[in-house]
């Protein structure tokens, strides 16, 4: 069974302090790993990585994959109160009928001032 | 562009009603999906749709039915409503299978 592991479950931190959010995976056929943030509505989409090492970077936040090790991270810097959210990761598989994404249980990310 | 537009944004049914979940997009996406996000669970897909005319189910799909008659629109029905059907019910759509999906604000059901 195609599984998705994300830890830690949830993360209280301070303004200005810097996390990183762990997104581990077995399944198979990989296609690819994504990255959204969910505030009180829709998930929004951050970074999607198919390759091992190379660093996708927005701003204060960077993620990179390792399809060795197979799990990616999602760190960001200087956290604001506006990060506060839930961060999911999904894999996306490739293959014949493979259109789902399987979903982590997500990072409940809290930024107090 | 609106995106993903879902409709209604709150909904609280009866055991045994029936209703219709509404999801539209204006990216000219082929690829749509509905997924359901339980408290402290991933989100799971119920059905999903390559185009107009062809769905198929996800992991979910018990107690649920769609259609694809445009390849702007996706309904999800609800025939017979169960307190297990209680959920936020989430839309995406994107340009392919190898395209990030774009998700909608959500439904919130309630199923009392």
């Known amino acids: 069974e195609d599984k998705v592991v994300q830890s830690p479950l949830s993360l209280v931190v301070h303004e200005g302090d810097t996390v990183t959010l762990n997104c581990s995976y077995e399944?198979?056929?990989?296609?690819?790993l994504l990255w959204y943030k969910q505030e009180k509505k829709a998930p929004t989409f951050l970074f999607m990585l198919?390759?091992?090492?190379i660093e996708k970077k927005s701003g204060r936040l960077s993620s990179i994959l390792d399809k060795k090790e197979l799990f990616s991270i999602l760190n960001i810097t200087a956290t604001q109160t506006g990060d506060s959210a839930i961060y999911l990761c999904?894999?996306?598989?490739?293959?014949?009928?493979?259109?789902?994404?399987?979903f982590g249980k997500g990072t409940k990310l809290s930024v107090i001032p | 562009n609106a995106g993903v537009t879902q409709t209604p944004k709150f909904r609280i049914l009866k055991i045994g009603q029936s209703m219709t979940l509404q999801c539209t997009q204006d990216m000219n996406h082929n690829y749509m999906y509905w997924y359901r996000q339980d408290p402290g669970m991933g989100l799971k897909l119920i059905y999903y749709s390559v185009g107009a005319g062809i769905t198929d189910k996800g992991e979910v799909p018990n107690g649920y039915n769609v259609s694809r008659s445009t390849t702007e629109d996706f309904p999800l029905r609800l025939e017979l409503a169960a307190p297990s059907q209680t959920s936020v019910y989430f839309c995406?759509?994107?340009?392919?299978?190898?395209?990030?999906?774009?998700f909608g604000d959500g439904t919130r059901l309630s199923i009392l």
């Open positions: 198919t390759s091992s090492g």
């Open positions: 399944v198979t056929n990989f296609r690819s």
């Open positions: 995406a759509s994107s340009y392919s299978e190898s395209q990030p999906q774009h």
């Open positions: 999904a894999v996306s598989l490739s293959g014949a009928g493979s259109y789902q994404l399987t």
